[in-house]
């Protein structure tokens, strides 16, 4: 029981440090750093910024991403959202950092301004603690549409009950999710 509320301690904690999508190149102060908001036009109009390329996963690890890199950002839907959590559960059985620290950067962030490590180290810890039959139940989950809780058009409610696969997960091994519109994606933010 100890060991199962460790990985829920550390899983939350890798979810709030995902969320400012830290990577091994990134310094603390690229982490910490805040988008500014659009520059307005002379005629008013606000125009948002292009988002900045990352590279890939190859790139920064030399393994694949467990999610096809190129992929388009999910829509501003019940569905969309539903997609980019199981990207990420998928990203949680395959070891995928790269994959896990970008859809759950809001969150991480939050967690390393408590006093967390950076999302990478955090979740490489959380990966020892997962079981090799719950790995390979996440690899292929999927999310129940009839589960997931819409609060408003931007912000959707993930809870365990609506994970499914091989492995039953409760809210010690896995938890519930919100997940929130931002930057033209859902991510991971509480």
Known sequence: MRARTMVNAA????????????????TKEDAGAKPSPPAASASGSTRAEEPQATPTAIARTGKPSAVPTGELPSA???EGAIRRYEQYLHALGHEDIDTVCDVAGPAAE?????GFGPCTSTYTAVFQM???AQKKAL???????QRVAVRTPGKIEMPVEAVRSS???SESDLGNY???YLRDD????D
Do not use: M
Not at 11 to 26: I, T
């Open 11 to 26: 899983v939350a904690a890798c979810v709030a440090l995902v969320a400012c999508a830290c990577g091994p190149e990134q």
């Open 178 to 180: 919100t997940l929130e």
């Open 139 to 145: 690899q292929t989950a999927t999310v129940d549409p």
């Open 186 to 189: 859902w991510y991971i933010t």
């Open 110 to 114: 939050q967690a390393e301004n408590q």
């Open 130 to 132: 997962i079981s090799p």
């Open 167 to 169: 492995a039953t997960f």
């Open 76 to 78: 501003r839907t019940k």
